[in-house]
């Protein structure tokens, strides 16, 4: 089983700052991506960003320049640092996780989720 547990949402004003963590626990063996996604209410989930097991990430258009995701491989924790936060990054962030078990079985996981709110 693998487990993710999220941290870091809050209730900023807009050109405010969080940073989100997700920690990844249990049977694993490699991570190969983990990412953030956001949900807003009435919207369809969406990437935000994510980082491959070899270095490589990828951004939404939108956070572009503003928000970083970065890893601590030794935690197998991903982070999401998020600047000048704007109202329309409101909604709620969700970790995922592609991951590989020790007999090869390929697992996507996703943590239950944080409350991002950004006040105009």
């Known amino acids: 089983q693998v487990q993710l547990v999220e941290s870091g949402g809050g209730l900023v004003q807009a050109g405010g700052s969080l940073r989100l963590s997700c920690a990844a626990s249990?049977?694993?063996?490699?991570?190969?991506?983990m990412g953030w996604y956001r949900q807003a209410p009435g919207k369809q989930r969406e990437l935000v960003a994510d980082?491959?097991?070899?270095?490589?990430?990828d951004y939404a258009d939108s956070v572009k320049g503003r928000f970083t995701i970065s890893r601590d491989n030794a935690k197998n924790t991903v982070y999401l640092q998020m600047n000048s936060l704007k109202p329309e990054d409101t909604g709620v962030y969700y970790c995922?996780?592609?991951?590989?078990?020790?007999?090869?079985?390929?697992?996507?996981?996703w943590g239950q989720g944080t409350q991002v709110t950004v006040s105009s």
């Open positions: 980082i491959i097991s070899g270095g490589s990430t």
């Open positions: 995922n996780a592609e991951t590989v078990s020790y007999t090869l079985a390929r697992v996507t996981t």
């Open positions: 249990g049977r694993i063996n490699r991570i190969h991506a």
